[in-house]
């Protein structure tokens, strides 16, 4: 691995870059128990060892060290609190079959990765380097990953720029750390949602603009969601459908990809999902449900999805409209809508209410009720249709490595 | 001051109030040496001491404390690193001519950095409270307030979610804390850039949008701006001109509110600048500009801004874009352009460039030169015309507490 030289005030340091092989390990003096799977909720849970490595802009990446969680040490004028210069994963380990665990196409997080802390302007790392390091916690940190199928040690790489200076600007200091929390269903089953969830429709406030960074995974795309959120749960609804524009174009739902899926007049199905127009995340859940929607489209005997052979799947990355959606309800032809994303794997939308602005505005104050737009009811397990099913069914047996399709599933070790 | 009552697990808690009469102060032990004035550049140097409350959601604010400058111990998972729910002011403490320190409108700061933390969901505070405090904090570090003309103590009030957990939602758990630091001229004099700065405008990357957060104070509107503002300094320029829509909208100019002077037939002068349309910030200055030049506009004999009585000003908040202002450069009609806010006070714009969209890229990449859009002579000392020398003028009198005008220059004891 190269390393560069960096000059200032004429003295000439090395940058040294990411370097897996300097890593040390500091384990915990005493180990925290581990609660029972299923009782926790997500993100509650922290193990006993995180990783951290730091960047400075003089002499470069330091050794990564894998010691025991707790806090960081940040200046009060750090670029990260001041400008929000931070970024982020979302990346699961499974147990697999074979008592190891699996991660699923973890290579895409980690360029992910790279593109958010770039558009960020926080230094740049060796992906491959971090992974390494990753795939040490994790294993050290193996016996949190719950053997309940569904269940995982959620991992979350996040990078933040400690700049300490409140100048407005790029940070060149930067600290990379990764930590790991046990988690269940994102969307735990209750008497209120049994299966499925609700969206409400928000266009008043909008997640993201082209030419803004709604396509990259950043801090700053969540906490504006917050309020709406508020608005939402207000009126009953799990998530936000954020739409754009005056067309009303769905981009994202809370933060999950959205699919809908509509019967055609020749039998087959229209899948459609929003394109990576910017406005977006790349999700690589999204992309998995693409590539194998589409690999089972091309060749319906292979049986890639758990699906009749005879289902005739057509795959359009295309703007979706919230009208489009509703003429499919109104005539029957709306099938189900899913979100999909790491945190979820595929979960059902079974219903998406629309309300104007002014009672979005009002129930910011905590009053009005929405009048629900649509009602889409489950039709098989866990709410899902017969395509959303199928996805979920493959996706999972994918993450628990139970199958592997184009080597996604890798064991960490 | 009243506090409420917060249930959780059948156990009734109180929630306490920010109260400025618990405020403690532990003095640093050492106190640092005070560089020169003059030396040192925006957001160098950090003083002695710092002010810090944590509101936690069972028991509500903690007694506020002034302590030693230090780092925040910050849990990995908290919110403000995952999702950004960092909130800012900024506000300048001058030297008056009595030897006693004056803040200028700090009730406005104190407004907005609430609407800031409402909009990010965080918990709400007392902001008399929080001034009454903050006031203690620069009487103790008076020692630090430059005495030069034009140079003052920067104050950082900052507000940041601590939940630690990293489930996406608002944070209950905050830290409010504020820093302060001695300043000079945002842009010192170079001799690249000897009175005032160039511009390049964007429109490619877009700062805020109709539905977004560009009219909150939010950090998360910084950080999307650090590799554009990293393109228009590869081409030359200073800071960069926000664009929005088709027709090429100004919203903001670097991290400044932005302001045209036309001259109009009749021989007065129009003075633009954007309306707070919910994409650009509502500056305290921008305020304050629009306040002294409307009183000069209804009475020029009253003689609030030194200007001839003579010359008849028309003040339009309204939409303003490049092509119009291309059109009055062209036609002989632009006479100047600045920049307002609490950095910077008042800095003459002198050169726009408008690139295309590709060219933009290229720059990107360190390539590329841009054609300049418009030259914008200097006229008089530091760059600025008449209207803003004037402006510039008379709010450093006000801010210095030499002159006073509806009680917005207030003594900080």
Redesign the interface.
């Known amino acids: 691995m190269a390393s560069a030289t960096a000059h200032t005030n004429g003295h000439a340091h090395t940058f040294a870059p990411l370097d897996a092989s300097r890593l040390t390990i500091e384990r915990a003096t005493t180990l925290k128990p581990v609660p029972e799977q299923g009782t926790y909720?997500?993100?509650?849970i922290?193990t006993d060892h995180?990783l951290v490595m730091t960047c400075d802009p003089l002499t470069g990446w330091s050794a990564p060290e894998i010691k025991p969680?707790g806090?960081?040490?940040?200046?009060?004028?750090s670029?990260?609190?001041?400008?929000?210069?931070?970024v982020?994963e979302g990346m699961k380990a499974f147990m697999g079959p074979d008592g190891k665990p699996r991660l699923f196409r973890p290579d895409q997080n980690m360029a992910r990765l790279q593109t958010s802390a770039?558009?960020?302007?926080l230094p740049a790392f060796d992906p491959d380097a971090l992974l390494v390091c990753i795939n040490k916690l994790v294993s050290l940190e193996a016996r949190w990953i719950p053997s309940l199928s569904g269940h995982s040690l959620?991992i979350?790489p996040?990078m933040?720029?400690t700049k300490?200076?409140?100048?407005?600007?790029?940070s060149e200091h930067a600290i990379l750390?990764t930590?790991v929390?046990p988690v269940g269903p994102y969307f735990p089953p209750t008497d209120d949602t049994p299966d499925g969830i609700s969206l409400l429709a928000v266009?008043?406030?909008?997640r993201s603009?082209?030419?803004?960074?709604g396509g990259y995974k950043?801090?700053?795309n969540?906490?504006?969601g917050?309020?709406p959120?508020?608005a939402a749960a207000a009126l009953g609804y799990d998530q936000v459908l954020w739409l754009l524009g005056d067309d009303k174009r769905v981009t994202e739902a809370?933060?999950m990809n959205f699919f809908a899926v509509a019967a055609r007049a020749d039998g087959g199905v229209d899948v459609v999902t929003p394109p990576l127009d910017g406005t977006i995340l790349p999700g690589i859940t999204r992309d998995a449900a693409l590539v194998l929607l589409r690999a089972h489209a091309v060749d319906p005997a292979r049986g890639v999805l758990a699906l009749p052979p005879t289902l005739k799947i057509y795959v359009h990355e295309r703007h979706l409209t919230l009208p489009e959606m509703s003429q499919w309800a109104g005539a029957g032809r709306l099938r189900e809508c899913f979100g999909v994303g790491t945190a979820v794997l595929v979960v059902a939308i079974e219903r998406i209410g629309d309300v104007v602005d002014e009672q979005v505005a009002e129930a910011l104050e905590g009053a009005s009720k929405a009048k629900p737009f649509v009602d889409i009811t489950p039709t098989t397990k866990r709410g899902l249709g017969e395509l959303g099913t199928a996805l979920y069914d493959k996706l999972l047996a994918l993450k628990e490595g139970r199958e592997n399709f184009e080597g996604w599933s890798v064991l960490c070790e």
């Open positions: 909720a997500f993100g509650d922290k995180m969680y806090p960081l040490a940040l200046d009060p004028a670029n990260c609190l001041q400008y929000a210069t931070n982020f770039a558009r960020m302007a959620y979350r996040t933040i720029g300490p200076s409140i100048k407005v600007g790029p750390y930590i929390t266009g008043e406030h909008v603009w082209p030419g803004g960074t950043l801090g700053l969540y906490s504006p917050f309020v959120q508020r809370g933060a």
